[in-house]
């Protein structure tokens, strides 16, 4: 597999992985992300109005509201 279609293959694995998350407390969200390789998982609170825009396939984004549950995840 050539490394343009390896990166493709990982960040649908992200966002596979990130739509599982949905739903569950940022902490265990977070513990799910790191064990399954995503080792630069990133949570957004409420107060954060801005982030990176480049494309990290071992990252997923953790968007999260008051209580910290996880109420839109992103790979990559």
Do not use: C, K, N, W
Not at 14 to 43: I, K
């Amino acid at each position: 597999m050539d490394e343009s279609a390896e990166f493709s293959a990982r960040l649908t694995r992200a966002h596979e992985l990130a739509l599982s998350l949905v739903g569950l407390h940022r902490d265990e969200a977070e513990e799910v992300a790191v064990r399954e390789g995503y080792v630069r998982s990133q949570v957004i609170t409420p107060d954060i109005h801005a982030v990176t825009a480049d494309l990290d396939p071992y990252r997923i984004r953790l968007s999260v509201d008051e209580a910290g549950t996880v109420v839109r995840a992103t790979g990559g």
